[in-house]
């Protein structure tokens, strides 16, 4: 690989990222439910095509088999299963948070800087042409993070989750070219089983308390 190949792919990672990081905000800011699973969808996509570039350009066969991975688990199988639990629940209802949007998009901008300041020396420290982008995938997984407690329903908290395992895995990219494959099939493994338990969950709040407000679940524990 020529060092000019290797030049245009780190630009080309960076753009990604950026455009990554681009998503979690309008993540953070949507209302509505479905724009925000197809939100997701694209961040998957995003980090699909990265993690393809990054396999390219450092020659890291295993990240072409993480790259598949994402395709299918991220962009395909768990937008879709999204999409169907809505369906079958019949919500399309806005998303509610618990602060207005623009007071958590300046919370945001400030995590962002955070980020960007812990991640200051860690990048330094690493060796991969990626790790200028380890700043936007720590603020991804914060901005995701501040998604999940922001949110009044359980479906957008659980796409905030889904979202922060992607700022992970973006991090693990671009600080060590990616996590064993075993740990990797692991982790797809779980979140499959993780959606799965909680469609189940959503059903059953749905049954019992006619809406998907985690408010209610505080009935259950005052009584």
Not at 23 to 51: N, P
Not at 65 to 79: C, D, I, R
Not at 139 to 155: D, E, G, P
């Amino acid at each position: 690989m020529t060092p000019a190949t290797v030049s245009i792919g780190a630009q080309f990672i960076n753009l990604l990222a950026a455009v990554l990081l681009l998503l979690s905000f309008a993540m953070l800011s949507q209302r509505r439910i479905l724009s925000l699973i197809d939100l997701f969808a694209m961040q998957g996509a995003v980090l699909f095509v990265s993690t393809l570039v990054v396999a390219f350009t450092t020659g890291q066969v295993h990240l072409y088999y993480s790259a598949t991975l994402t395709l299918v688990l991220k962009v395909l199988l768990l937008p879709w299963i999204l999409h169907r639990l809505i369906r079958r629940l019949n919500v399309k209802w806005d998303v509610e948070t618990l602060i207005n949007i623009p007071t958590t998009m300046l919370v945001g901008i400030v995590l962002v800087i955070f980020a960007f300041n812990l991640a200051l020396p860690i990048s330094e420290l690493a060796g991969t042409i990626t790790r200028s982008t380890l700043g936007i995938a720590l603020a991804t997984v914060m901005l995701s993070f501040l998604m999940m407690i922001t949110r009044r329903k359980a479906v957008p908290q659980v796409i905030g989750f889904l979202a922060m395992e992607n700022g992970l895995f973006f991090a693990a990219t671009s600080a060590t070219y990616g996590m064993p494959m075993v740990v990797e099939l692991g982790i797809a493994l779980d979140v499959l089983v993780g959606m799965i338990i909680l469609g189940v969950f959503f059903f059953q709040i749905r049954e019992q308390f006619d809406s998907l407000d985690i408010r209610h679940l505080e009935q259950l524990r005052e009584e």
